[in-house]
């Protein structure tokens, strides 16, 4: 399964009062981790985002300090090339879960989820971001 390399280039920030879009909510908003501890971030649509061949079109995404935004998960569940296998996807319709078995320092950063069942894509903001307990991002 490939995605368009350009996904990622049609983001847009949902807008409120823009009637029939889909909203993203996600929590919590501000993350303290611990190296070693496992970490979640949830995520909730405003509308099923289940499509019928049986994907859910919900993707996570990571941007470090200085970096582009890199994709995590896409499909809900699925993990991208190159990322860890401590970062695992769940859920289904308008309720999904990004969580990381033992959190790195390298993992720091603000991590946010996107829909593309609806065009425009659209990502929840503000995002998630994470820091380490004690060293604030």
């Not at 319709?93 to 990381?100: H, R, S, V």
Request: glycine share 8%; net charge negative.
């Amino acid at each position: 399964m490939r995605l368009p390399a350009q996904l990622l280039g049609l983001l847009v920030l949902w807008l409120p009062g823009s009637s029939g879009d889909i909203v993203m909510t996600q929590t919590p908003l501000s993350l303290p981790v611990t190296p070693g501890e496992p970490a979640s971030i949830s995520c909730r649509s405003s509308q099923s985002l289940l499509h019928s061949n049986g994907y859910n079109y919900l993707y996570w995404y990571l941007q470090k300090p200085g970096h582009s935004p890199q994709l995590l998960m896409y499909f809900a569940s699925y993990r991208a090339s190159g990322v860890p296998d401590r970062f695992s996807g769940s859920g289904s319709g308008t309720d999904f879960t990004l969580e990381i078995s033992r959190v790195e320092a390298e993992d720091i950063g603000v991590y946010y989820c996107m829909q593309s069942t609806q065009l425009p894509p659209t990502v929840v903001h503000p995002q998630t971001e994470t820091s380490l307990l004690g060293c604030p991002s």
